[in-house]
């Protein structure tokens, strides 16, 4: 059977999917109460957990799982004797940092210049919408060859592990053959592309404090110990000079022996200025899929309007450091704790606490369903090979259901290519890449039914 009809199937329910991907955008999932409110996470579990029903899954329900949020949960029986096959999204997305940034409204799917602008439209809203188009193209097309489980998580971004304590307390929901994580992309639009590694994250927040309340700046200042200056100080001991993270007895030379990453298309997908050098050592390879990487995501300090001249006695920061496959999260957790307390200048008083922590992954890339997906990918992209690339992000998920499911096949695809920009201002969908995945995702899905009949 040839890949035409249900290609063409995929290109008509295409407006129907930007429909879709327009109200599911629209609601503003963040999942943080501190930022937006509960109700809006709420309310799109129900959309994509009605979008379910309406496709005839049943056992649909909400998991309330135990860092407060909801992953939604259903299941789509297939033909006797069927492998079932586990397809995961998120519907929770990054806050939209500086709206006005934006060159239009973050919670409102925009088409501009060949693309659809919006918060969650590539991670990974986005990627609900190719599970949903895959599935509908094969229910018109002969029906779907596998019993499929679909779970849509609803505290991804946050990292706080909500589904991952929830699939331990209950392995049977999840079980399946093999796995589909529709959270990654391709290399760059138009390559096909599976990611058989991400780095794990651990999240750490430190308060720094020299003082038992601020101090006129002029009367005390230069022998009173700052704590803004002590903060900075101390987040600069997380660098070498050249930018590579130095955390102390954290390893920070593996290599990278997969594709490669062109330095010069790298400084134009990270929108690197003019004059600017990129940071650390070895390939761009080595050090966004291979290596650990800091970064300080927040801090606290007084804005420069209405700050007065006065010495902090206290700050605040918030430190990511992303953990490569061969290292422990935990371990690297207890080095960067260690680091900060070693690091801290004048013997300021530091104190840490973790807020979030996933373990690195590493996928078999020599199992069947690779197979079965290469085929899928080449078919959905005329004359292009599926090619295997690393991911410098993290999904926690992924290695809770590799030990659950230790049979399993775990794939990764998805949208966010690095035209997408998630987690930053003015985030989009190729709806191009949309059709091809939707249709790559339902003939691999044949073809791995047609495998196990073999």
Aim: include cysteine; hydrophobic fraction near 40%.
């Amino acid at each position: 059977m040839t890949a035409r009809p249900i290609s063409e199937t995929i290109a008509s329910l295409m407006p129907r999917a930007k429909t879709e991907l327009t109200e599911l955008v629209a609601f503003q999932s963040v999942a943080d109460p501190a930022q937006f409110p509960k109700s809006e996470c709420e309310a799109a579990a129900d959309w994509v957990a009605d979008a379910l029903r309406a496709e005839d899954f049943q056992d649909v329900a909400l998991l309330d799982t135990p860092d407060g949020t909801r992953s939604v949960y259903g299941f789509l029986p297939g033909p006797a004797g069927a492998p079932t096959v586990l397809l995961y999204a998120h519907y929770d997305v990054q806050p939209p940092l500086d709206e006005s940034a934006w060159l239009s409204p973050p919670f409102e799917l925009t088409e501009r210049d060949g693309r659809w602008y919006g918060r969650g439209s590539a991670d990974c809203k986005g990627g609900f919408i190719m599970h949903l188009l895959a599935l509908r193209a094969l229910k018109a097309d002969g029906g779907v060859p596998v019993s499929v489980k679909v779970i849509a998580e609803g505290s991804e971004e946050q990292g706080t592990g909500g589904l991952e304590r929830y699939a331990e307390a209950h392995p049977e929901l999840l079980a399946a053959d093999t796995i589909v994580i529709g959270d990654t992309g391709n290399f760059r639009v138009g390559l096909p592309t599976v990611t058989a590694t991400l780095r794990g994250m651990t999240m750490l927040r430190v308060t720094l404090d020299t003082l038992e309340g601020n101090l006129h700046s002029g009367q005390f200042g230069g022998a009173a110990p700052d704590a803004l200056a002590g903060m900075i100080q101390l987040l600069a001991s997380l660098r070498a000079e050249d930018g590579t993270t130095t955390v102390d007895g954290l390893a920070t030379d593996t290599e990278w022996d997969g594709l490669q990453y062109p330095e010069a298309d790298f400084r134009k997908d990270a929108k690197v200025l003019d004059g600017v050098g990129l940071i650390g050592t070895g390939t761009v390879a080595d050090r966004i899929w291979a290596r650990p990487a800091v970064t300080v995501i927040g801090i606290d300090c007084p804005p420069v309007i209405g700050a007065t001249p006065s010495l902090q006695a206290s700050a605040r920061a918030q430190v990511s450091l992303r953990v490569p496959p061969g290292q422990d999260s935990a371990a690297a957790t207890a080095l960067l704790t260690a680091h900060l307390k070693a690091h801290a200048p004048w013997g300021a008083r530091v104190t840490v606490e973790q807020v979030g922590q996933g373990q690195p992954f590493r996928a078999d890339t020599s199992s069947p369903a690779y197979t079965s997906m290469a085929q899928a990918m080449e078919a959905a992209y005329p004359g292009e090979k599926m090619q295997t690339s690393g991911m410098g992000g993290s999904i926690p998920l992924c290695n809770t259901l590799a030990a659950l499911y230790p049979e399993a096949e775990i794939l990764l695809i998805g949208l966010s290519e690095p035209e997408a920009q998630i987690h930053a201002v003015n985030e989009s969908v190729s709806p191009q890449e949309l059709e091809r995945l939707s249709l790559a995702e339902a003939l691999f899905l044949r073809n791995y039914a047609d495998s196990k009949r073999a």
